[in-house]
T-cell receptor
């Protein structure tokens, strides 16, 4: 069975500092990995995904994520945080051979960027 | 943005009443999904559809039913709402790649 862990409920970072939001996963086959962001009273917005290839994936709004197969991790990073990055972030995984119904989401990490 | 519209966006109802949430897409996508979002649980799949009249259960399907009579519409019905079904409900589309989500429907069952 697939699973996703986001070990931190809340991450606080000062504006201008680098940020990391952690994600580890478990999947039987090869993973598709995703990050989504949710702003208050909005739906989830797709940020980036890893399928194959370069372990460092670049996405929207200056975010990037690093796939580490040996550590089964897919941490979200940004070199310099903005106050507007404050939101709820979700990591998700599915097996590369499956379809959308097999998406599994983590519980979410709330990022607060302090001015 | 993906053309996904959910209605109603907010609803307050009483225990025991039926409720139907509607998801409408303009992307002509074959796969559609209903999720619920609750604090600490992320998103959990309720039901999904892989075509007109083709639906299947997800992780938390008890107390919910769905129907898809047209490609563009996917309805979620709570036959007799309970307080445990107070949640935010999201519709999504997608299959082999990423999912795209609607803006959500906030349901409160008193």
């Amino acid at each position: 069975a697939q699973s996703v862990a986001q070990p931190e409920d809340q991450v606080n970072v000062a504006e201008g500092n680098p940020l990391t939001v952690k994600c580890t996963y478990s999947v039987s086959g090869n993973p598709y990995l995703f990050w989504y962001v949710q702003y208050p009273n909005r739906g989830l917005q797709f940020l980036l995904k890893y399928i194959t290839g370069d372990n460092l994936v670049k996405g929207s709004y200056g975010f990037e994520a690093e796939f580490n197969k040996s550590q089964t991790s897919f941490h979200l990073k940004k070199p310099s945080a903005l106050v507007s990055d404050s939101a709820l972030y979700f990591c998700a995984v599915r097996d590369i051979e499956s379809y959308g119904q097999n998406f599994v989401f983590g519980p979410g990490t709330r990022l607060s960027v302090l001015p | 943005d993906a053309g996904i519209t959910q209605s109603p966006r907010h609803k307050v109802t009483e225990t025991g009443t039926p409720v139907t949430l509607r998801c409408h897409q303009t992307e002509n996508h074959r796969y559609m999904y209903w999720y619920r979002q609750d604090p600490g649980h992320g998103l959990r799949l309720i039901h999904y559809s892989y075509g007109v009249k083709d639906t299947d259960k997800g992780e938390v399907s008890d107390g919910y039913s769905v129907s898809r009579s047209k490609t563009e519409d996917f309805l979620l019905t709570l036959e007799s709402a309970t307080s445990s079904q107070t949640s935010v409900y999201f519709c999504a589309i997608g299959s082999t790649g990423e999912l795209f989500f609607g803006e959500g429907s906030r349901l409160t069952v008193l």
